[in-house]
């Protein structure tokens, strides 16, 4: 039986990108073109907007917010005042629309792209076409003072990073290759030793959040599901979420509330023509662990 869920929020055109912060659960709307926040009693608020789609979401350590503008292959930085500005211009190694982020304790974010018009694609060949036949993006590294460089190639549609808590260990979600990919962080943020850290198909990553006994929840954007997986790929448990699952993220006053982001589609017409997007909490065993 899956475990029970409730809806803490509706009304959201697509949510991506949540993050437990200061008591609140913070995301993105894309099609609202805001960054939203809401505690656990269902207060939700718009916290700002921005001139384009939202996506990743992280902190630096001086408390500035980093915001992935998608479209313009950016990421933005958000005083503690509320002052906006580029941070960072990923132009020269996103292929695509920016995704989704996770920012290390000194200050490095490692962004991802689409590497291709995944829209488009799928519109016109299928989700099983598009994922045995797709061109690769590459993982970008943002150094704290906002430098960008090549963190690694050949990925295949890098999506819901985290990082484990001694900081030494990155995990991607390669979406279209239903994979969760592991390196090892340098001290300068750099990565080395790529490796298999667990095989999720036939499910693919999109966002996804790790639990304090070293598994990982994956959002499942082929299906209505949340799903806990072993190091490995043993699946441990499966929570049905009613519509496809898009991102997820542990936290609450404990780290054992599981937040899940759905909506009915991922297609932009589709997603932006009325909010069918939903945020659904779970009481789970594990707490959060690591970053985000």
Known sequence: ??????????????????????????????YAAAVKSVSLAGDGRIEFTIDDRPSGLGWMPDGSMLIVSMTKRQVLRRSPGGEMSVHADLNGIATFHC??????ASGHAYVGNFGFDLDAEMVARGVESVIADHPTAKLAC???????SVAA???????????????????????LGGALTAFDIGADGALSNRRLWASTWPRVPDGIALDAEGAIWIANPIAPECVR??????????IDTGQPCYACM????????????????????????????????ATVDAPRAGRP
């Open 1 to 30: 039986m899956s475990r029970p869920t409730t809806v803490l929020m509706e009304g959201i055109y697509f949510g991506e990108g949540p993050r437990w912060h200061e008591g609140r659960l913070w995301f993105s709307d894309f």
């Open 99 to 104: 995704n989704d982020m996770v920012v290390d």
């Open 142 to 148: 943002v150094a704290p003072d906002g430098s960008v």
């Open 153 to 175: 190639e050949d990925m295949h549609f890098p999506n819901g990073p985290v990082i484990t808590p001694d900081g030494k260990t990155l995990i991607v979600g390669e979406t």
């Open 229 to 238: 997986i072993a190091q490995g790929g043993e699946v441990l448990e499966v």
């Open 250 to 281: 542990l936290g609450g006053d404990d780290g054992r509330t599981l937040f899940m982001l759905t909506a009915k589609s991922s297609i932009a017409h589709e997603a932006a023509e009325a909010p069918s997007g939903k945020l659904l909490i």
